[in-house]
């Protein structure tokens, strides 16, 4: 929590440009908790420096911004940014190696979850850009889809906590504990329309080919 002592007096003092402009850096890597940023964000809505739905949209904004900003640095410049300082001090030989394994068995699928793992997020956003095989739309959809689960609710936390911080401080460590509860419920849901989906399509294709052997 030390960390939104200092980012409140910047906040309130230059209000949305600061919000975003800190999500931005956020999302190079540099390791501020975006979370924290967002719940700040709140707090100074709630407290009449801003207006709580305004700064919704300046946080999608920021997170989205600057997701893509790292997508189209790995898609323009490929392996080559592995060579850069930062990018070499976020993604490491073996961090790249870790998320590539991981687009190979999850697929897409990385996208969404990777809004929900801080010290991946950035390796894998720009694994993404580098591999090409990923068309930015549907980058952006997977990120913008996981972008509406967290966003708002740091935003509406921040803002309805504003002068109740030894409850808001209660309410972001359940609520980090919560977007784990929300990502696990929905890979249990995909897992079991997986399933269903691939019995289905045995049950048709058993169906077909009984068919076509009566014939």
Same mark, same amino acid.
């Given at each position: 929590?030390?960390?939104?002592?200092?980012?409140?007096?910047?906040? !309130?003092?230059?209000? %949305?440009? =600061? $919000?975003?402009?800190?999500?931005?850096?956020? #999302?190079?890597? /540099?390791?501020?908790?975006?979370?924290?940023?967002?719940?700040?964000?709140?707090?100074?809505?709630?407290?009449?420096?801003?207006?709580?739905?305004?700064?919704?949209?300046?946080?999608?904004?920021?997170?989205?911004?600057?997701?893509?900003?790292?997508?189209?640095?790995?898609?323009?410049?490929?392996?080559?940014?592995?060579?850069?300082?930062?990018?070499?001090?976020?993604? !490491?030989?073996?961090? %790249?190696? =870790? $998320?590539?394994?991981?687009?190979?068995?999850? #697929?897409?699928? /990385?996208?969404?979850?990777?809004?929900?793992?801080?010290?991946?997020?950035?390796?894998?956003?720009?694994?993404?850009?580098?591999?090409?095989?990923?068309?930015?739309?549907?980058?952006?959809?997977?990120?913008?889809?996981?972008?509406?689960?967290?966003?708002?609710?740091?935003?509406?936390?921040?803002?309805?906590?504003?002068?109740?911080?030894?409850?808001?401080?209660?309410?972001?460590?359940?609520?980090?504990?919560?977007?784990?509860?929300?990502?696990?419920?929905?890979?249990?849901?995909?897992?079991?329309?997986?399933?269903?989906?691939?019995?289905?399509?045995?049950?048709?294709?058993?169906?077909?080919?009984?068919?076509?052997?009566?014939?």
């Amino acid at each position: 929590m030390d960390i939104l002592q200092y980012l409140l007096p910047i906040f !309130t003092d230059y209000g %949305y440009f =600061a $919000v975003f402009g800190v999500l931005l850096v956020c #999302g190079f890597g /540099v390791p501020i908790p975006e979370d924290i940023t967002l719940v700040a964000g709140g707090i100074i809505s709630g407290l009449g420096f801003a207006d709580v739905h305004t700064m919704f949209g300046v946080g999608m904004a920021g997170v989205l911004v600057g997701d893509s900003i790292m997508f189209f640095v790995g898609r323009h410049f490929g392996t080559r940014a592995l060579k850069w300082r930062w990018v070499a001090h976020v993604l !490491t030989p073996e961090r %790249y190696a =870790a $998320v590539q394994d991981k687009f190979r068995r999850y #697929g897409n699928r /990385v996208l969404f979850v990777a809004r929900f793992l801080p010290g991946l997020r950035t390796p894998i956003y720009l694994t993404a850009g580098m591999s090409r095989c990923i068309p930015f739309w549907r980058f952006l959809l997977a990120d913008g889809a996981a972008a509406l689960i967290s966003v708002p609710v740091w935003v509406y936390l921040g803002y309805y906590g504003a002068f109740q911080r030894q409850w808001l401080e209660h309410a972001i460590k359940q609520g980090q504990t919560g977007m784990w509860l929300v990502l696990a419920a929905l890979a249990t849901l995909t897992l079991i329309w997986y399933i269903r989906h691939k019995r289905h399509q045995s049950h048709c294709k058993a169906l077909t080919s009984k068919v076509l052997r009566e014939e």
